[in-house]
């Protein structure tokens, strides 16, 4: 049975070595001192020990408030979750023998799901003998295709797979406007009133 690892590192009382690398608070090296003296420093400044190398020989430790640094690490790791993008597939399903008005409804849905960011699964179910002629499906595949023209693009072409025949969306990436510099004119007109 293997021994249960933290991913934390050792702190103040835990750290074991008798010799450590001691690093001051700015990432100066201080140099090799006994565990004792390290404790000792670091409590005069009121700092915590923390192990940041425990495999180099001797171990580094460096003098931290250990609160604030695990704080500011929360806070780095939640602005990083929320500059992620998650990747979202809707589903949209259609008919061969689908409406002029129901079509239209759902090439709005399309067109929403597009102007959101997320992807598009556009299926085609075939019932019956339906499936005898799947260029019905395909025509109207199509037909999606060049409606939604400026906001997505198709990722996956129509493929038939049994009574089913999908096909993927992806919306269109727009670059970024970029902000104007606060030194250049906004608009002739604005400033000639």
Known sequence: MR????????VNDRIRAR????????????????????RWLADQLGLDLVEVAPDARPPVVRMMDYGRY????????REARKKQTRTVVKEVQFRPKISSNDFDVKR?????FLGDGDKVKVTMRFR???????ELGREI?????????????VETMPRLDGRQM????A???????????KNEPQDAATEEE
């Open 19 to 38: 010799e450590v690398r001691l690093v001051d608070p700015d990432g100066g090296q201080i140099g090799v001192k006994s565990i004792e003296e390290a």
């Open 128 to 134: 019956g003998r339906e499936v005898t002629h799947p």
């Open 3 to 10: 021994p249960i690892t933290s991913k934390e590192p050792r």
């Open 166 to 169: 999908t096909m993927v969306l």
């Open 141 to 153: 595949l199509e037909r999606l295709v060049d409606s939604v023209e400026g906001l997505g693009t």
């Open 70 to 77: 695990k704080y500011e690490q929360s806070v780095r790791a």
């Open 108 to 112: 709005k849905r399309v067109e929403r």
């Open 171 to 181: 919306p269109v990436r727009r670059p970024t406007p970029q902000r104007e510099s």
